[in-house]
């Protein structure tokens, strides 16, 4: 690291072209990242990594000219020169927002498209970039719920943290969002916000009377009319046994039981909605991106719903940047879409007909990893004014690295995840049949990728990221991802550009 300080060091008086092309870049088994040399003032700031870790390197000619905010240990230099060495650490991110602002996240509302690159690892940034840098769209690199934080031991704000240094590392300054995902209260809005995430996904599932869906005339009857008379006689004038024409070939009609049914399920959620909105703007004023998830339900948003949702949250005064309905068919973890295709295509598009009628606002497909049957028409039909939300497909490229290059840690992984699957399944809804999976002392080491080919075995893995990252596993696999970084950097950019290309997202120019 020395040699490789001095050396930058002797260049400070240079442009920064200059630094980044004769600086020594590697030492041994240390190296920086060529992309995150930086010029600041009479100083350099770079990232870093030997064999066990990454680092932040400052260097400057003297100890004065350091830039302010950045902490590590002070490591004397030729000629009087110093560098610092820092950890990835809070407040050394929080320098690096400081000093170079590109690296913070920001509001994508005015963003066509977006794809939301949930990383439970801290490690899937560079492959994200790569993939998107490509296209015309915006990543959404810092993404977490608050499930995937407890099961993973994180904070939203190292959440955000990891993200921005590798947007540094990688020099990426065309813009990033952070996403607070599948958010219920003001409370845990208020922990996303704090650590600078812009993009708040609130959940609605909690104060929406999803029960109702099923509820029969009388029963939707005597709830209705316990409704503000205001209310009771805006929702029939507006709504019953209307049709809205959404386009020459698409129509929207809500018959009276349908008004009086949409207003029993989602009047408490649309108040809570634009209390929501509300706390926003007085947050961030316009920077922020509000997106609205009706879709952890039992059964599909219907497209009068979706219309009658949409034009209440406008009367309301919540113009959200997204909306994400459940779709028909099974949106099941780690695999492709399961349902009718031709039913799919033809209800997506009403979908799509009422956002683009309706505030043109951006439809978000959530559980939107590798639902590549369904990636054509969801492009097609939204013009590319969408959000694809992705989670779990980030650690399922982790595991088939480790699948490839270390098998023994493979091995126990998926044996943690057997042991533990009886647990996780209270959490995630899947209906794959474990039997099927081979067990792996029967499989040689060459056969052991192939098994997240395999939809059984890719949602065994995928729902026990927990176990496997909090347990005794947790230090072996984090050595073994930072040892196999640069395989995993161009497995994640390769996955990638297969959701990107089958969406049809254009070429940047």
């Known amino acids: ?79 009087g020169a110093v560098a610092l060495v820092g950890a990835l650490s809070e407040k050394n991110a929080a320098a690096l927002r400081r000093h170079f602002p590109w690296t913070a996240p920001r509001s994508l509302r005015n963003v066509r498209t977006t794809i939301g690159c949930g990383d439970r690892l801290g490690l899937a940034t560079t492959g994200h970039i790569l993939a998107a840098k490509k296209v015309q769209i915006s990543p959404v690199l810092a993404q977490q719920s608050m499930r995937e934080l407890t099961m993973t031991h994180r904070t939203f704000r190292g959440v955000v943290d990891d993200a921005c240094f590798m947007v540094f590392a990688a020099d990426y300054r065309d813009g990033y969002g952070a996403d607070g995902d599948h958010l219920k209260t003001i409370k845990d809005i208020d922990t996303a916000l704090s650590a600078g995430m812009p993009m708040i996904t609130l959940d609605l599932s909690d104060v929406m009377n999803a029960a109702a869906g099923d509820w029969d005339a009388g029963k939707i009857d005597a709830a209705f009319a316990q409704l503000p008379e205001s209310l009771r006689k805006l929702v029939l004038s507006e709504y019953a046994d209307k049709e809205f024409v959404l386009g020459d070939d698409v129509s929207v009609k809500i018959d009276a039981l349908t008004a009086k049914r949409c207003a029993v399920m989602y009047t408490a959620a649309l108040d809570f909605a634009r209390e929501v909105n509300e706390h926003l703007k007085a947050a961030r004023g316009e920077e922020f991106d509000l997106e609205i998830s009706i879709d952890e ?6 497209p ?62 959530h559980s939107g990893s590798d639902k590549f049957a369904v990636y054509p028409t969801v492009g097609r039909e939204t013009r590319h004014y969408l959000h694809l939300k992705t989670a779990g497909t980030s650690w399922l490229v982790a595991v088939t690295v480790i699948a ?55 949602q065994l893995l995928h729902i026990n990221y927990g176990p496997i990252l909090t347990g005794n596993l947790r230090e072996r696999f984090f050595k073994a991802m930072h040892k196999l970084e640069a395989e995993y950097d161009a497995a994640i950019e390769a996955h990638f550009d297969k959701h990107l290309r089958l969406l049809g997202v254009a070429a940047k120019n």
């Open 1 to 79: 690291m020395k040699k490789i300080a001095e050396s930058a060091a002797v260049l400070l008086g240079k442009s920064e072209e200059v630094l980044k092309s004769e600086m020594v870049s590697q030492s041994g088994a240390v190296s920086v990242y060529p992309d995150s040399i930086h010029k600041l003032g009479k100083a350099a700031v770079m990232m870093g990594r030997d064999a066990e870790k990454k680092f932040l390197l400052v260097v400057a000619d003297c100890a004065k000219e350091l830039p302010a905010g950045f902490e590590g240990e002070s490591v004397k230099l030729a000629d």
């Open 304 to 365: 009068s719903h979706h219309l009658f949702i949409v034009r209440e949250l406008r009367r309301r005064g919540v113009e959200c940047s997204s909306l994400a309905p459940r779709f028909i068919g099974e949106f099941q973890k780690a695999i492709d879409y399961i349902g009718d295709l031709a039913e799919f295509d033809r209800q997506f598009k009403v979908h799509a007909r009422i956002a683009a009628n309706y505030g043109n606002y951006k439809i978000s497909v």
């Open 404 to 458: 490839k290059h270390d098998p023994a840690l493979y091995r126990d992984m998926h044996r943690c995840a057997l042991d533990n699957v009886n647990e996780m399944l209270k959490l995630y809804h899947i209906t794959a049949d474990f039997t099927k999976i081979p067990a792996v002392e029967a499989l040689k080491d060459e056969e052991l990728p192939a098994l997240m080919e395999m939809p059984e075995a890719r």
């Open 297 to 302: 339900t039992s059964s599909p948003t219907l």
